[in-house]
């Protein structure tokens, strides 16, 4: 099994994804460029914000909803999704 590239990245600002002011937004859109020149076939994503009795683990292989776990954010941050190919 090959390995692939990995990175843990901090999503920061949960403005970072809708305000092209913010320095580190200029840094990752030049940084994705260089590093995904194609779509992952695969995303790992880790959360602290799901809680459960048990360790769990969720596999999406559709289409799922996203949830806004956050309040008082300008309006597109709750219209923000990742649709599974």
């Known amino acids: 099994m090959a390995f692939k590239n990995t990175f843990y990245i901090s999503h920061g ?4 994804s809708i305000d092209e002011n913010i ?5 990752f859109e030049s ?3 260089d590093v995904f020149p194609h779509i992952p076939t695969s ?3 880790i959360s602290c914000h799901w809680d459960t009795a048990i360790p769990t683990v969720n596999v999406v292989t559709n289409n799922n909803d996203t949830i806004h776990d956050f309040y008082g ?7 923000a999704s990742i649709d599974v190919l």
């Open 73 to 79: 954010f300008p309006k597109p941050m709750y219209q």
């Open 31 to 33: 940084w994705k460029k």
């Open 23 to 27: 320095e580190a937004r200029k840094f």
């Open 43 to 45: 995303i790992l994503i």
């Open 13 to 16: 600002s949960p403005t970072l």
